[in-house]
T-cell receptor, first 115, second 112 residues
């Protein structure tokens, strides 16, 4: 069965620090990769996604992620975090032809940014 | 355009009871998926409906069931509630060929 692993469960950073959140998945075939964010009290929102093409994907709010197929990884990065980035971040995967109806999520990473 | 709407937002039920949660997808979306979010297990896929048919199912016991109506609205039912069913239940909708699932605010279920 497919699975997603997020290495960091709780990350604390100061404003302006750089961020990298790790995500690895286990599936040998075609995958579609996502990062979702859940701000306190709000619904899950899509940050960015990768389906095909350029493995370096840019999303909203200055986030980007790089798909490295050989490492089964899709790490999320941001060069300089802000206090407003405090949230929970989820990596997710779907397999096959791009149906987003069955997302397999990682455990999530709670990011706390100190002002 | 209205987002995904889930009702009710909060529920408190007693062990052994059953509960029905509702999800109205974004207009025009035909796929509705349900997820359970708990602190211990994270976000887990329950099932997906597309055009009134269950298309995918996660690893949950038969007490968890769902259905989708012709207007794409979906309901999820949990029978014989257990304490461990306390969770945030999220619904997501998507359109045909979409590369994004849109989530609702969720229904917070507490079983006492």
């Amino acid at each position: 069965a497919q699975s997603v692993s997020q290495h960091n469960h709780h990350v604390i950073l100061s404003e302006a620090a750089s961020l990298e959140l790790g995500c690895n998945y286990s599936y040998g075939g075609t995958v579609n990769l996502f990062w979702y964010v859940q701000y306190p009290g709000q619904h899950l929102q899509l940050l960015l996604k990768y389906f095909s093409g350029d493995p370096l994907v840019k999303g909203i709010k200055g986030f980007e992620a790089e798909f490295i197929k050989s490492k089964f990884s899709f790490n999320l990065r941001k060069p300089s975090v802000q206090w407003s980035d405090t949230a929970e971040y989820f990596c997710a995967v779907t397999v096959g032809s791009g149906n987003t109806g069955k997302l397999i999520f990682g455990q999530g990473t709670t990011l706390q940014v100190k002002p | 355009k209205a987002g995904v709407t889930q009702t009710p937002r909060y529920l408190i039920k007693t062990r052994g009871q059953q509960v029905t949660l509702s999800c109205s997808p974004i207009s025009g979306h035909r796929s509705v998926s349900w997820y359970q979010q708990t602190p211990g297990q994270g976000l887990q896929f329950l099932f997906e409906y597309f055009s009134e048919t269950q298309r995918n199912k996660g690893n949950f016991p038969g007490r968890f069931s769902g259905r989708q109506f012709s207007n794409s609205r979906s309901e999820m039912n949990v029978s014989t509630l257990e304490l461990g069913d306390s969770a945030l239940y999220l619904c997501a909708s998507g359109s045909v060929g979409s590369t994004e699932a849109f989530f609702g605010q969720g229904t917070r279920l507490t079983v006492v």
